[in-house]
């Protein structure tokens, strides 16, 4: 089992930056970012392999970066440039086998260990 918890959420104005954490309490292959603003349906927004393989949704492209630090247990999401529209809960995701990225989405193929996420709003 692994253990998941989010943290760095925040309100901020547009155009601010934000880094959010997931530390993870053993090892885990692919990981990810997902969002879920009220009312909307839970989106996909980064996901990083076990080789260091990324994919991000394509409204985040070029503002968002995903990473890891294994040492740490520690998975990240940069966000900068943030906009209005980036105002959701994030959650963390872990795959519970190595399976690796999803071919369509920026999500890994599975997304068995869930955080009970990080608020973040970003005003205008």
């Known amino acids: 089992q692994v253990q998941l918890v989010e943290s760095g959420g925040g309100s901020v104005q547009s155009g601010g930056s934000l880094r959010l954490s997931c530390t993870f309490s053993?090892?885990?292959?692919?990981m990810g970012w997902f969002r879920q603003a009220p009312g909307k349906e839970r989106e996909a927004v980064a996901a990083i392999d076990s080789d260091e393989q990324t994919l991000y949704a394509d409204s985040v492209k070029g503002r968002f970066t995903i990473s890891k630090d294994n040492n740490k247990r520690t998975l990240y999401l940069q966000m900068n440039n943030l906009k209005p529209e980036d105002t959701a809960m994030y959650y963390c995701a872990a795959e519970r086998r190595d399976l690796g990225l999803d071919v369509s989405a920026p999500r890994c193929i599975r997304s068995d260990f869930w955080g009970q996420g990080t608020q973040v709003t970003v005003s205008s």
């Open positions: 053993s090892y885990t292959y692919c």
